[in-house]
Structures are given as structure tokens and as C-alpha cells.
């Protein structure tokens, strides 16, 4: 029964981080293609940060696997990228280099008036892609970071290794690792409200769905690999701050999403009403 409860963890655990290597990608590329990182709330971006510097805090102190470290570093990095994108756009439009779209920023100026009409009607933008084909992209997408979960899970079974059984999970309980591991879920959980306060005003402009569709996914079989490796009591109790910090961050991930999709609809029920002759 461990075993297969072990076979069913590493599983999970493998498609978690094939999720979270992936995760930033669909918004690095969305800020690069707007240039502009006006998208995200800066509140969501520092706070998520400080979630991910107490998580490689507590996987060096509790003397995690190296891959798991450096992970945590690999997210931190690209945390630090989001906040470069944003204040390097920023920056170039100050410089009046660049000239970003009225409907991300929601702010009108005489000089973007003047900028704008000077070159077009209207300012260029990409063309519109309806919520089914977002759907059916996204589930693809999603389908092939699974399959890769999978078969990276497999490739390391099928490499060769000692034949030690493995080690049951350990319960002791470690409260310096613990305030860190709590510290770190309510910033996962905090990080989510100042952008989903953010997307009521931008109407999730310059916001990629990627992010917090593979943020679901990677949170909820991290979570569930936690579960599988063992129910008992006393491991459940020391992993509690990851599992809280996966398993809830997952309902706000899904309000986000609702916005998005709300939005879309709206914003494609006002194209149609706009095309209607009078």
C-alpha cells in the first residue's frame, strides 16, 4: 500500500513541477508582446516573492533534495523578471519610447492623444481570440505538461538506483521550518488579492490565463502528492503550511480565471452588440 502510495506521490510531484517550470512562461511572453507589464499588480508580484524567498528558505533548512532547491531559486528568478518587465516598460514609456495601449493602461493624456493620432485611427492591436479557442489551447497545453509530468516520473523510475525501500515520511515537527512554511502560504494566499482587486479595473488587460492555469494545476497535485505519501496524522500536521498554501490558493487562482472568462464574455457580448445594424 506505501508503495503505491509513494508511486502515486512522485507521479503527482513530477507534474506538479513540470506545472511550475512552465507557469511563468504565458505571462513573460504576454508582457514582452504588449510591452507593457501594466497587467499585473505590483502588490501581487512582491508579495508572491516573499512566498517564494520563505519557500527556498525552508527547503534549504530542512535540507530538501537539491533539484527542489533550486527550483526555489528558478522561481525566484522569474519573479524577479515579472518586476524587471514591469519597471523596465515603465521606464521606456517615460522615456517616450514606446506608447502603451489606452484600453491596458486606462489612463488618457493629451500626449497619448496626440501620439496616437499621429500614427493611427486606432491603436494596433492583436487580433482577438474567442474563449473557446483560449479553452481548447490552454487544455492542450495543460494535457502535454501532464504527459510530461508523467513521463519524467517514469524516465527517473527507469534510470538505475539502489533498491532501498523508501524512508517513511517524517513527522518531526520543526517550528523554525514551520513559521517559515506558514509565513510562506499567507503570502501565496495574500499575493492574490491585490490582483484580483487590480483586475476589476483593468478587466484582466495584459493579464495571461497561463499563469494561474498551470498555478492550479501545479498547486493542486503538489498538494495531493503531499496526501498520498501519507495520511498520518502527525505528517499531515508538519506539511499543513504547504498543503494550506497549495490547496487554498487554488480557489483564489479559480476567481481569478472567472474574471477573465467574465470579462471575455462581456467585452464579445459588447463586440457583437457594436456589429448589430441600427
Not at 506545472?19 to 510591452?35: G, K, T
Not at 496524522?233 to 499543513?240: E, G, H, V
Amino acid at each position: 500500500m506505501f508503495g503505491e502510495g509513494n508511486a502515486a506521490s512522485s507521479v503527482l510531484g513530477w507534474i506538479s513541477i513540470a506545472c511550475w517550470i512552465v507557469v511563468y512562461s504565458p505571462q513573460i511572453i504576454e508582457n514582452y508582446q504588449l510591452q507593457s507589464g501594466e497587467g499585473l499588480s505590483l502588490l501581487f508580484i512582491y508579495v508572491w516573492l516573499l512566498g517564494d524567498v520563505c519557500n527556498l528558505m525552508g527547503a534549504v533548512m530542512a535540507g530538501l533534495l537539491p533539484t527542489v532547491i533550486i527550483l526555489g531559486v528558478y522561481y525566484t528568478l522569474c519573479d524577479t523578471i515579472l518586476l524587471c518587465q514591469v519597471y523596465y516598460y515603465r521606464w521606456k514609456r517615460q522615456a517616450g519610447r514606446h506608447v502603451v495601449p489606452v484600453h491596458i493602461t486606462g489612463e488618457v493624456s493629451e500626449e497619448t492623444c496626440l501620439i496616437t493620432d499621429s500614427r493611427s485611427a486606432d491603436p494596433p492591436e492583436r487580433p482577438e481570440l474567442s474563449i473557446t479557442r483560449i479553452f481548447v489551447r490552454y487544455l492542450a497545453a495543460v494535457t502535454f505538461v501532464s504527459v510530461t509530468g508523467v513521463a519524467a516520473y517514469c524516465i527517473s523510475n527507469w534510470l538505475p538506483s539502489d533498491d532501498t525501500p523508501p524512508a517513511l515520511p517524517d513527522t518531526k515537527l520543526d517550528w523554525h521550518i514551520q513559521v517559515i512554511g506558514w509565513t510562506s502560504a499567507s503570502a501565496y494566499l495574500g499575493a492574490r488579492l491585490p490582483q484580483i482587486v487590480k483586475n476589476f479595473k483593468t478587466r484582466c488587460e495584459g493579464l495571461a490565463p497561463g499563469l494561474f492555469v498551470f498555478s492550479i494545476l501545479g498547486n493542486t497535485t503538489y498538494a495531493l502528492s503531499i496526501i498520498a505519501a501519507s495520511r498520518d496524522a502527525d505528517y499531515l500536521i508538519r506539511n499543513a503550511s504547504w498543503l494550506a498554501g497549495s490547496g487554498l490558493t487554488v480557489f483564489l487562482d479559480i476567481l481569478v480565471l472567472s474574471q477573465f472568462f467574465y470579462y471575455g464574455f462581456v467585452s464579445g457580448q459588447r463586440g457583437w452588440i457594436d456589429r448589430v445594424p441600427v
